[in-house]
């Protein structure tokens, strides 16, 4: 309860987006539509505009009343059912386990990031991510 009483703020100037962001996000941006899907909660809202993530990412879906945090498909399936797009054409890109285990039980596609995943389609550099997606998602 007091995570919902307690400004982020001073912590923001703290955060420093990872490498490749940018021109990665513009780069899908052409061919899919962006979401984010955190188990953040009131805090991902806030970050998306501070850093200018706006720009591409088109909806926000967080941990929140109802929605129960990942390895649970909650947050991925707000974002399929905004966009009224199918599990199989969509792409989810996590740098956890259970980002993955999420995944497959939203049953979508997957894209891990970093070295805290182990096996499967992983690339370890953020700009490599656009060429590890499946041919097909929207």
């Given at each position: 309860a007091i995570a919902h009483e307690i400004s982020y703020e001073p912590f923001y100037q703290y955060m420093v987006p990872v490498?490749?962001?940018?021109?990665?996000?513009?780069?899908?941006?052409?061919s899919y539509t962006l979401?984010?899907?955190?188990?953040?909660?009131?805090?991902?809202a806030?970050?998306?505009?501070?850093f200018g993530l706006d720009r591409h990412i088109q909806f926000v879906s967080a941990v929140g009343p109802g929605v129960r945090p990942k390895p649970e498909p909650?947050?991925?399936m707000r974002c399929l059912d905004h966009f009224g797009v199918a599990a199989e054409e969509a792409v989810y890109v996590g740098d956890a386990e259970t980002d993955r285990e999420?995944?497959?039980?939203?049953?979508?596609?997957?894209?891990?990031f970093g070295d805290r995943i182990q096996d499967g389609p992983r690339v370890q550099e953020f700009?490599?991510?656009p060429d590890a997606f499946p041919a097909h998602g929207r």
């Open positions: 490498a490749g962001l940018f021109d990665t996000l513009e780069r899908l941006a052409g979401a984010m899907a955190t188990n953040r909660s009131r805090t991902a806030e970050l998306v505009p501070r909650d947050i991925l999420a995944a497959r039980r939203a049953g979508t596609h997957f894209v891990g700009s490599a991510i």
